[in-house]
């Protein structure tokens, strides 16, 4: 499984109008094989941030994901784009032995 997520800093006051605008590439994300999840979520300490927390398959899913229309048009004319303050931060992490969420033991 390929684990993502991207820390956006927004210009002040437009998370909502960010979101909208993601939304068409979060729904075709979501739409992909091998997406196994594709949410953007905001910051309870801060409302101009959004976290978009995304994973798929394994490797070649990601790959696709990169090599998608929605994906390389977006590259060129991603309507969100406008919103982002600063260059986003990104966590990559590659779990080749997983397939999922585990049980959460102290619970």
């Not at 068409?24 to 992909?32: I, K, V």
């Amino acid at each position: 499984m390929i684990y993502i997520t991207v820390k956006k800093k927004l210009k002040p006051g437009t998370a909502d109008d960010y979101l909208a605008a993601a939304r068409p590439f979060l729904e075709a994300t979501r739409g992909e094989p091998g997406n196994k999840w594709f949410e953007h979520y905001r910051s309870v300490d801060d409302p101009d941030t959004v976290l978009t927390i995304e994973a798929f398959d394994d490797k070649a899913a990601g790959e696709a994901h990169v090599a998608s229309e929605h994906f390389q048009r977006n590259l060129v004319e991603d309507p969100a784009k406008q919103y982002v303050a600063e260059r986003p931060e990104i966590l990559y992490v590659d779990l080749p032995d997983r397939d999922g969420w585990d049980e959460m033991s102290e619970f």
